[in-house]
């Protein structure tokens, strides 16, 4: 079946991080190591990326 189990975790791996998949991409980025609140947004809004999601 194409739906997901509820133990299913939506993690991505990026620079050695493990960023929760569940958070919205904002504060998502911001468990890397080096980007803050203000530097995450910047990125999103220049790769034009939906902030709500």
């Excluded at 299913?8 to 980025?29: C, E, P, W």
């Amino acid at each position: 079946s194409l739906i997901a189990n509820e133990d299913f975790q939506h993690i991505l791996r990026i620079l050695n991080t493990n960023v929760d998949g569940r958070q919205k991409i904002m504060f998502a980025l911001t468990s890397i190591k080096g980007i803050g609140r203000r530097f995450a947004n910047i990125v999103c809004k220049k790769a034009d990326i939906d902030m709500n999601k």
